[in-house]
């Protein structure tokens, strides 16, 4: 700002607009030696030092978590000119601003560094001004005219009191200040930090001490004194409070390039927006790391896909597995945990402690009942019975794998197995303090969670022969970004070798820190409150073997408690192996399903011995801590999911594909260069006559749970590694006779289409990444296209033309091929985000998307070439996932995850209407007369809606709930009409595809010397 609005407010304070004034006065960086930083830090480590400061400084408050931090830091800056007492080197002063906030609240941070203020006044019109500190609201408006709001002022015009801002606290820290500056909902107070006293080892210095008695000058504002508030605080009764001790006074400044900028801050002070304009000299302090999967996709789980979004990646674990993306491990499958204990523990008032000297750490946990049970060895008898109360030593792993309820959902299904959690327990009422501290480093490659344990502090005395029992508790868990807390006062009974009892109390505070993807929607999805209930606690000491053993059943679930949970599934009483997954059916139906690498029926499962397939394939995976590696370079063997070797294996580097007999042996002629694919034989011997081994995981026919279509038309959606049906009466769902038509464990199919001439389904799917086709008559599935794909998503084929479609989300285009792959071309490739759901019309010749950017959703149209593109809907969307085309009545209707919207459009006319509202999470979308349907990720379910009702008239949930994808219609017949390309390929040479007036002839994108003619027209 220049030098006519500085004299409005310098040395004239308050000033008329809002401010925070850290240090305010005429300040100077022109000399290139003092600089100003600023940046917003949301990072794990900024939030959490400023919750801790904040916390601290206000200890009888609710815990306060930030979920923002905005930074501001003056380092060696000067008065405008030299110090009006004429010293011979320019003083300098350097501190620190920091506003933390959340939804509901606002703090301001500030920092003066011993040292740091060596000048307290400074030039204003002609004459020495003492610097200002405090917080104003500025002009008031009010009806007739505006006054001056309140100011609160954490200095006064004595120079000693500037000079006190780097000896004295009220956060309990030297120099450190803390005011809350906004509370839900009205913001209508400053408030100030309530810890005073300086820690008991530091020596005080003389300082100046009124400050707790604000003097505040007149100013007289449209005839008006100002409203002014004593801002220190005041403490109701003489005394030390609790001494907190926080880490040294730090500033910490990040720059690495200087820029002139200037920054508008806007935060609730007072009731009222404030917006503080900053023009500096300043160092740009943001760097974003724009990784993508092609650099990172190491970096993921073997079991996860990496997935790019515009701000970077993330890694998501696939179906069948659950975690964080980085962390990934099979549903249903026993947990394990090893580490190591170390550290200090007095007991009672002994003066000596016990030392944890890497003393054996071990858990198990069976994942589908959530039971947890924890073991430390070595623990002398001196120690073992007064560790009994503290359970909690072993709770983060109950909670880490808590049997999820509906909705809900477990640490490591959150944030995985790498994070930071710290515990604070206080015992009462003799206030001994115990610290834990454990580090959770992941999945070793044993497929066990590794952690180190350290325990610091003093624990109350439990006599020898004691036993301890603690009853049944909750615990609820807030969730922000990067930071998890939690909170509890627990009873627990000790029954003394004498026959009585005595009920004892300590209170618990946790912070658990990760580290997550901020670019996915798995934060956005993330609920702010689960509630952990433990029940079963059981707690004993084993002075024999010297061993603490800890046992607890757990559950995750709605703070409020929801509603109770008859499904065995969700109360842990199904009966299924320990090894197996329980899914949930309908009322108190479910399905025991082993994990992956068992056999059995769910009840009873055994872990499979490894086939040749299996062994070859391990032999040649390097272990990580995230599980096994593909050698780089070096061909690694697919095996099925009985284990067996794949008809077909492929060398992931050079592109060449091969058939193999059952011992995964070459058979010769058969090896094919990038980009084809060579007909294998089954090994199957219901397929193949000739051949031993055992069925494939894929086909319609090989299997006794998957079956050819039966005549009818009838609903095909994707779930994860199958495509299901379920046939139509009339417009009816018959859910009675739903089975699989096609069964690929370990695959996740995204899109299906169907070719009604051919009876033919196809599909696309993100594990390979592919699109493969089968007959829904019976027969094996074929790979259509598996190069150069990395998302596809989408998919629609042109029954007349016969040619296919299909969205590529990380590629952000659209292809089309013939049927059989052959002849790819990429019609639209620019301005797309995350292409989705795809539709043809081919009658008429056009082709119909979504995409789904957050920024800009939006609905798109063109020719079947590409060609006259066009926006038809781009207002009031949020997630257009699914798209659907009725030919009968020419509507085009959308089903919409952000808006919980469907509607429709008459794409020629550009009317729109509402079906129906409050749909929760829809995916893929269909039509069929006067039906719509949908699958939806929330319900697991597909829904019926009867588009002119504007109501859901019935639902399917299969016996498997995972998410459903893509689904289509699956006519008994074709739907009639005609286009230019369905007699002799419209006359073209290679792709002939359908335009309103005619149609297009196009040459591949790899045409270069095969006698493609390219051409418009009509036919």
Request: proline share 7%; aromatic share 8%; net charge negative.
């Amino acid at each position: 700002p220049g030098q006519e609005y500085e004299s409005t407010y310098l040395g004239k304070m308050p000033p008329g607009f809002g401010m925070i004034a850290a240090l305010q006065g005429d300040l100077d960086t022109r000399d290139g030696e003092g600089r100003v930083y600023f940046r917003q830090d949301s990072s794990r480590d900024a939030l959490r030092r400023s919750a801790e400061i904040i916390n601290r400084a206000f200890p009888e408050d609710d815990e306060f978590n930030p979920t923002h931090a905005v930074v501001i830091t003056w380092v060696d800056v000067t008065a405008h000119e030299p110090h009006s007492r004429g010293d011979g080197n320019r003083k300098r002063n350097t501190f620190q601003l920091v506003i933390a906030s959340m939804e509901t609240a606002s703090y301001a941070i500030v920092l003066y560094p011993r040292d740091g203020i060596q000048f307290t006044s400074t030039p204003a019109n002609g004459q020495s001004v003492v610097m200002h500190g405090g917080f104003s609201k500025g002009l008031v408006k009010g009806f007739l005219f505006s006054s001056q709001g309140p100011y609160y002022r954490t200095t006064t015009e004595d120079e000693a009191s500037i000079r006190a801002l780097a000896e004295e606290t009220n956060s309990g820290q030297r120099g450190v200040w803390v005011y809350e500056i906004g509370t839900s909902p009205y913001f209508t107070n400053v408030v100030a930090g309530e810890v005073t006293d300086l820690p008991a080892e530091a020596t005080r210095r003389p300082a100046y001490t009124d400050g707790q008695q604000v003097e505040y000058p007149h100013f007289e504002s449209e005839g008006a004194q100002i409203e002014v508030h004593p801002v220190q605080y005041q403490p109701h009764q003489p005394g030390n409070p609790e001494v907190v001790v926080v880490d040294d006074t730090d500033i910490n400044v990040d720059g690495e390039s200087t820029a002139v900028h200037c920054w508008k801050i806007i935060t609730i002070l007072l009731a009222v927006p404030v917006t503080f304009l900053l023009c500096f000299h300043v160092f740009s302090v943001f760097s974003y790391n724009l990784g993508t999967c092609a650099n990172n996709a190491n970096k993921c789980s073997q079991f996860a896909d990496c997935k790019d979004y515009s701000s970077g990646y993330c890694c998501h674990c696939r179906p069948g597995f659950y975690g964080n993306g980085i962390q990934c491990v099979a549903e249903g499958n026993p947990q394990r945990m090893n580490g190591k204990v170390y550290g200090k523990v007095y007991v009672g008032n002994s003066p000596s402690p016990v030392e944890f000297t890497s003393n054996d750490l071990h858990s198990y946990v069976v994942v589908n009942d959530g039971r947890s049970y924890v073991a430390i060895s070595e623990v002398p008898y001196t120690l073992g019975p007064s560790l009994q109360p503290l359970s909690a030593l072993g709770g983060v792993i109950g909670w880490a794998f808590a049997l999820e309820q509906p909705g809900f959902k477990n640490g490591f299904s959150i944030i995985g197995g790498e994070f930071t959690r710290q515990a604070e327990v206080t015992f009462l009422p003799g206030n001994e303090k115990l610290t834990i501290r454990q580090e959770f480093k992941g999945i070793d490659e044993h497929d066990h969670l590794a952690v180190s344990t350290t325990l610091e502090g003093r624990v109350p005395e439990v006599p020898r022969g004691s036993t301890v029992q603690i009853e049944r508790y909750s615990e609820i868990y807030q969730y922000s970004n990067n930071l998890i807390t939690s909170s509890s006062t627990r009873d627990y009974v000790v029954s003394l070798p004498d026959g009585s009892t005595e009920t004892r109390m300590y209170q618990w505070r946790q912070t658990i820190t990760f580290q997550s993807c901020q670019h996915g929607d798995s934060l956005r999805d993330m609920k702010p409150t689960q509630m952990l209930s433990v029940d079963q606690v059981f707690v004993m000491y084993d002075a024999n073997n010297e061993l603490i053993r800890f046992a607890m059943s757990n559950k995750i679930g709605d703070v409020n408690g929801g509603q109770p949970q008859e499904n065995p599934c969700f109360t842990g009483r199904h009966g299924c192996d320990t090894n197996a997954v329980c899914r949930p059916g309908e009322g108190t139906q479910f399905n025991c399903e082993c994990a992956a690498g068992f056999n059995g029926d769910g009840r009873t499962c055994y872990e499979r011995t490894k086939t040749q397939c299996e062994t070859h394939r391990d032999s040649l995976l390097g272990a990580g801590p995230r599980g096994p590696r593909p050698p780089i370079g070096q061909y690694v063997p697919t095996c099925d999911e009985n284990g067996a070797y794949e008809p077909m294996q492929c060398h992931s580097s050079t592109g060449h594909c091969w058939c193999v007999d059952r011992n995964g042996q070459e058979i010769p002629g058969t090896r094919s260069g990038p980009g084809s694919r060579p007909m294998c034989e089954s090994h199957s011997p219901l397929l193949c006559i000739n051949h031993g081994g055992v069925p494939p995981p894929v086909g319609p026919t090989p299997r006794p749970d998957v079956h050819p279509l039966p005549p009818g038309t009838h609903l095909l959606f994707a779930q994860s590694g199958r495509i299901e049906h379920v046939p139509l009466e009339g417009h009816d769902m018959k859910k009675e006779d739903a089975k699989a038509v096609l069964h690929l464990p370990e695959k996740v199919i995204i899109g299906v289409a169907y070719d009604c001439v051919e009876k033919m389904v196809y599909w696309t799917e993100i594990t390979s990444p592919s699109i493969s086709k089968a007959s829904i008559q019976g027969g094996e599935p074929t790979e259509v296209i598996r190069s150069d794909l990395d998302s596809p998503e989408g998919i629609a084929v042109d029954h007349l033309g016969r040619t296919l479609f299909w969205t590529d989300s990380v590629k952000d285009r659209i292809e089309v091929a013939s049927l059989d792959g052959s002849q790819r071309r990429v019609i639209i490739d620019s301005d797309l985000v995350n292409p989705r759901a795809i539709i043809t019309d081919p009658p008429n010749g056009n082709l119909y998307w979504t995409d789904w950017n957050r920024d800009a959703p939006k609905i798109e149209t063109s020719y079947m070439d590409g060609s006259n593109r066009r926006v038809l809907v781009k207002d009031d969307l949020g997630l257009p996932n699914g798209l659907t085309y009725d030919p009968q009545s020419s509507m085009l209707c959308w089903a919409d995850a952000g808006t919980h919207k469907m509607e429709c459009t008459h794409p020629a006319r550009g009317d729109r209407r509402q079906v129906m509202e409050g749909i929760q999470y829809p995916f893929g979308i269909t039509s069929f007369g006067k039906n719509i349907y949908y699958t939806d990720w929330r319900r697991d379910a597909v829904v019926a809606v009867d588009r002119y009702a504007g109501k859901e008239s019935d639902q399917f949930q299969p016996q498997k709930r995972t998410k459903l994808y893509g689904i289509t219609t699956a006519y008994a017949q074709c739907p009639s009409g005609q286009n230019y390309c369905a007699v002799n390929n419209g006359g073209c040479t290679h792709l002939c595809l359908a335009t309103p007036a005619g149609r297009s002839c196009k040459c591949p994108n790899n045409a270069v010397g095969v006698g493609c003619v390219e051409r418009d027209g009509g036919y």
